[in-house]
Protein backbone atom coordinates (compact mmCIF):
# COMPACT_ATOMS: atom_id res chain seq x y z
CA UNK A 1 0.00 0.00 0.00
CA UNK A 2 1.18 3.18 -1.12
CA UNK A 3 1.61 6.07 1.79
CA UNK A 4 -1.22 8.50 2.56
CA UNK A 5 1.40 11.59 1.55
CA UNK A 6 4.90 11.39 0.26
CA UNK A 7 6.94 14.88 0.17
CA UNK A 8 9.92 15.22 -2.01
CA UNK A 9 12.25 18.09 -2.18
CA UNK A 10 9.41 19.71 -0.67
CA UNK A 11 10.48 23.84 -0.67
CA UNK A 12 8.42 26.62 0.37
CA UNK A 13 9.81 30.65 0.58
CA UNK A 14 7.52 33.49 1.46
CA UNK A 15 8.54 36.63 1.76
CA UNK A 16 12.31 35.98 0.87
CA UNK A 17 12.30 33.19 3.69
CA UNK A 18 12.99 29.68 3.28
CA UNK A 19 9.59 28.41 5.46
CA UNK A 20 10.53 25.07 4.61
CA UNK A 21 13.94 23.80 3.13
CA UNK A 22 13.81 20.67 0.70
CA UNK A 23 11.53 17.97 3.08
CA UNK A 24 11.69 14.30 1.75
CA UNK A 25 9.36 12.26 4.08
CA UNK A 26 6.72 9.44 3.64
CA UNK A 27 3.30 9.37 6.30
CA UNK A 28 1.73 5.82 6.14
CA UNK A 29 -1.89 5.67 6.28
CA UNK A 30 -4.26 4.13 8.91
CA UNK A 31 -1.97 6.14 11.76
CA UNK A 32 -1.10 8.85 13.84
CA UNK A 33 1.90 11.00 12.63
CA UNK A 34 3.10 13.79 14.78
CA UNK A 35 4.30 16.96 13.34
CA UNK A 36 6.74 18.51 16.40
CA UNK A 37 8.83 20.93 16.66
CA UNK A 38 8.84 24.94 18.09
CA UNK A 39 7.05 27.56 16.77
CA UNK A 40 8.31 29.02 13.60
CA UNK A 41 9.52 25.11 12.89
CA UNK A 42 7.50 25.25 10.16
CA UNK A 43 4.68 22.96 11.01
CA UNK A 44 1.34 24.91 9.90
CA UNK A 45 2.91 25.79 6.78
CA UNK A 46 3.18 22.13 5.67
CA UNK A 47 -0.34 21.33 6.81
CA UNK A 48 -1.19 23.88 4.20
CA UNK A 49 0.80 22.19 1.92
CA UNK A 50 -0.72 19.05 2.13
CA UNK A 51 -4.25 20.57 2.35
CA UNK A 52 -3.44 22.60 -1.04
CA UNK A 53 -3.91 25.84 1.21
CA UNK A 54 0.00 26.99 0.54
CA UNK A 55 1.97 27.32 -3.02
CA UNK A 56 4.61 25.36 -3.56
CA UNK A 57 8.07 26.66 -4.16
CA UNK A 58 10.08 23.63 -5.75
CA UNK A 59 9.73 19.92 -5.11
CA UNK A 60 6.42 17.70 -5.22
CA UNK A 61 3.51 16.93 -2.52
CA UNK A 62 1.66 14.38 -3.25
CA UNK A 63 -1.69 13.37 -0.85
CA UNK A 64 -3.82 10.13 -1.57
CA UNK A 65 -2.26 9.66 -4.76
CA UNK A 66 -2.92 12.80 -6.07
CA UNK A 67 -1.12 16.24 -6.12
CA UNK A 68 -2.10 18.01 -3.20
CA UNK A 69 -4.59 20.57 -3.53
CA UNK A 70 -6.37 18.40 -6.15
CA UNK A 71 -10.13 19.32 -6.41
CA UNK A 72 -11.08 15.18 -5.72
CA UNK A 73 -9.56 15.48 -2.40
CA UNK A 74 -12.02 17.92 -1.11
CA UNK A 75 -14.20 15.74 0.40
CA UNK A 76 -11.06 12.95 1.12
CA UNK A 77 -9.35 15.51 3.36
CA UNK A 78 -10.43 17.25 6.96
CA UNK A 79 -8.56 20.10 8.26
CA UNK A 80 -8.82 22.59 11.40
CA UNK A 81 -6.31 24.85 12.20
CA UNK A 82 -5.32 26.50 15.74
CA UNK A 83 -8.30 29.08 15.77
CA UNK A 84 -11.74 27.17 16.15
CA UNK A 85 -13.23 27.89 12.56
CA UNK A 86 -17.27 28.12 13.84
CA UNK A 87 -20.14 30.27 13.63
CA UNK A 88 -20.69 31.67 17.35
CA UNK A 89 -24.63 32.03 16.61
CA UNK A 90 -24.95 28.55 15.38
CA UNK A 91 -25.63 25.76 17.59
CA UNK A 92 -22.59 23.22 17.92
CA UNK A 93 -25.00 20.88 16.01
CA UNK A 94 -25.76 23.42 13.21
CA UNK A 95 -22.18 24.06 12.77
CA UNK A 96 -21.21 20.51 12.13
CA UNK A 97 -24.93 20.19 9.73
CA UNK A 98 -23.44 23.18 7.88
CA UNK A 99 -19.58 21.63 7.01
CA UNK A 100 -21.73 18.19 6.56
CA UNK A 101 -24.02 20.21 3.82
CA UNK A 102 -20.84 20.67 1.89
CA UNK A 103 -20.47 16.87 0.59
CA UNK A 104 -23.50 16.54 -1.11
CA UNK A 105 -22.50 12.89 -2.12
CA UNK A 106 -23.36 12.10 2.02
CA UNK A 107 -26.93 14.31 2.08
CA UNK A 108 -28.45 10.50 2.31
CA UNK A 109 -26.42 10.12 5.93
CA UNK A 110 -25.94 13.33 6.81
CA UNK A 111 -28.31 13.89 9.90
CA UNK A 112 -26.09 10.43 11.09
CA UNK A 113 -22.55 11.82 10.45
CA UNK A 114 -23.15 15.09 12.54
CA UNK A 115 -24.47 12.90 15.58
CA UNK A 116 -21.77 10.62 15.11
CA UNK A 117 -19.17 13.68 15.06
CA UNK A 118 -20.14 15.13 17.55
CA UNK A 119 -20.48 12.33 19.84
CA UNK A 120 -16.91 11.54 18.67
CA UNK A 121 -15.61 15.27 20.58
CA UNK A 122 -17.41 14.32 23.38
CA UNK A 123 -20.33 17.31 23.16
CA UNK A 124 -23.24 15.59 22.79
CA UNK A 125 -24.58 17.36 25.79
CA UNK A 126 -23.82 20.49 24.62
CA UNK A 127 -25.70 19.92 20.93
CA UNK A 128 -28.27 22.70 21.44
CA UNK A 129 -25.54 25.20 22.68
CA UNK A 130 -24.50 28.05 20.86
CA UNK A 131 -21.18 28.17 19.89
CA UNK A 132 -20.18 31.45 21.40
CA UNK A 133 -21.54 30.22 24.79
CA UNK A 134 -18.63 27.68 25.05
CA UNK A 135 -15.68 27.37 26.22
CA UNK A 136 -12.46 27.70 23.66
CA UNK A 137 -11.52 23.79 24.47
CA UNK A 138 -14.99 23.27 23.56
CA UNK A 139 -15.10 25.69 20.36
CA UNK A 140 -11.51 23.54 18.92
CA UNK A 141 -13.55 20.10 19.46
CA UNK A 142 -16.63 21.79 17.57
CA UNK A 143 -14.09 22.43 14.79
CA UNK A 144 -12.49 18.89 14.68
CA UNK A 145 -16.51 17.51 14.91
CA UNK A 146 -16.91 19.99 11.45
CA UNK A 147 -13.70 18.05 10.09
CA UNK A 148 -14.56 14.67 11.15
CA UNK A 149 -18.62 15.14 9.83
CA UNK A 150 -17.55 13.76 6.17
CA UNK A 151 -15.32 10.79 7.30
CA UNK A 152 -12.55 12.01 5.95
CA UNK A 153 -9.38 9.69 4.93
CA UNK A 154 -6.68 11.59 6.13
CA UNK A 155 -7.57 14.27 8.90
CA UNK A 156 -5.11 17.11 9.57
CA UNK A 157 -5.08 18.61 12.82
CA UNK A 158 -2.84 22.04 13.94
CA UNK A 159 -2.32 22.24 17.42
CA UNK A 160 -5.76 20.38 18.29
CA UNK A 161 -4.74 19.87 22.02
CA UNK A 162 -4.21 23.34 22.48
CA UNK A 163 -5.40 25.06 25.59
CA UNK A 164 -7.55 22.04 26.67
CA UNK A 165 -7.23 20.73 30.37
CA UNK A 166 -5.11 17.43 30.90
CA UNK A 167 -8.48 15.12 31.27
CA UNK A 168 -9.65 16.76 27.90
CA UNK A 169 -6.57 16.25 25.77
CA UNK A 170 -6.21 12.19 26.73
CA UNK A 171 -9.45 12.01 25.92
CA UNK A 172 -8.90 13.30 22.56
CA UNK A 173 -5.68 11.50 22.04
CA UNK A 174 -7.93 8.05 22.55
CA UNK A 175 -10.27 9.05 20.02
CA UNK A 176 -7.61 9.85 17.67
CA UNK A 177 -5.91 6.37 18.18
CA UNK A 178 -9.50 4.59 18.05
CA UNK A 179 -9.91 7.03 14.09
CA UNK A 180 -6.31 5.44 13.47
CA UNK A 181 -7.99 2.17 14.47
CA UNK A 182 -10.66 2.35 12.07
CA UNK A 183 -8.01 3.30 8.93
CA UNK A 184 -8.31 7.37 9.07
CA UNK A 185 -4.94 8.59 8.57
CA UNK A 186 -4.16 11.27 11.11
CA UNK A 187 -1.49 13.97 11.04
CA UNK A 188 -1.60 16.24 13.90
CA UNK A 189 0.93 18.94 15.23
CA UNK A 190 2.22 19.90 18.84
CA UNK A 191 4.91 22.06 20.29
CA UNK A 192 4.60 20.09 23.28
CA UNK A 193 7.09 17.01 23.10
CA UNK A 194 5.07 14.78 25.75
CA UNK A 195 2.13 14.68 23.01
CA UNK A 196 4.69 12.68 20.92
CA UNK A 197 4.06 9.46 22.63
CA UNK A 198 0.84 9.17 21.46
CA UNK A 199 1.97 8.59 17.79
CA UNK A 200 2.98 6.19 15.87
CA UNK A 201 5.74 7.85 13.92
CA UNK A 202 7.32 11.21 14.42
CA UNK A 203 8.50 13.99 12.21
CA UNK A 204 10.81 16.57 13.81
CA UNK A 205 11.38 19.61 12.11
CA UNK A 206 13.41 22.73 13.40
CA UNK A 207 13.72 25.91 11.45
CA UNK A 208 12.17 24.54 8.51
CA UNK A 209 14.51 21.47 7.94
CA UNK A 210 13.76 18.04 8.90
CA UNK A 211 15.52 16.68 11.92
CA UNK A 212 14.38 13.20 12.13
CA UNK A 213 11.95 11.04 11.46
CA UNK A 214 11.36 7.68 13.33
CA UNK A 215 8.78 6.49 16.16
CA UNK A 216 9.00 8.01 19.67
CA UNK A 217 10.99 4.59 21.43
CA UNK A 218 13.45 4.56 18.36
CA UNK A 219 13.76 8.46 19.58
CA UNK A 220 14.70 7.43 22.94
CA UNK A 221 17.11 4.26 22.19
CA UNK A 222 18.50 6.47 19.59
CA UNK A 223 19.78 9.67 22.07
CA UNK A 224 19.62 7.31 24.94
CA UNK A 225 17.46 11.07 26.61
CA UNK A 226 15.21 10.26 29.28
CA UNK A 227 12.30 12.29 28.00
CA UNK A 228 11.44 13.25 24.71
CA UNK A 229 11.83 16.75 25.20
CA UNK A 230 15.54 15.84 26.34
CA UNK A 231 15.17 13.61 23.40
CA UNK A 232 14.95 16.18 20.72
CA UNK A 233 16.95 18.80 22.24
CA UNK A 234 19.91 16.00 21.60
CA UNK A 235 18.82 15.63 17.94
CA UNK A 236 19.49 19.57 17.59
CA UNK A 237 22.82 19.80 19.12
CA UNK A 238 23.41 16.55 17.20
CA UNK A 239 22.80 18.47 14.19
CA UNK A 240 24.26 21.63 14.80
CA UNK A 241 27.41 20.31 15.84
CA UNK A 242 27.54 18.57 12.27
CA UNK A 243 26.45 21.21 10.50
Known amino acids: MTSAISLSGLTVVRGGNTVLDRIDTEIPRSAITGLLGPSGSGKTTLMRVIVGAQRITGGTATVLDRPAGSAELRARVGYTTQSPAVYGDLSVEQNVAYFGALYPARRSTAKADVAEAIA ?39 EPTVGLDPLLRAELWERFAAMAAGGTTLVVSSHVMDEAAHCARLILLREGRLVAELAPSELLTRTGAPTLDDAFLALVREQEATA
Open 120 to 158: AVGLGAFADRRADALSGGQRSRVSIACALVAHPELLILD
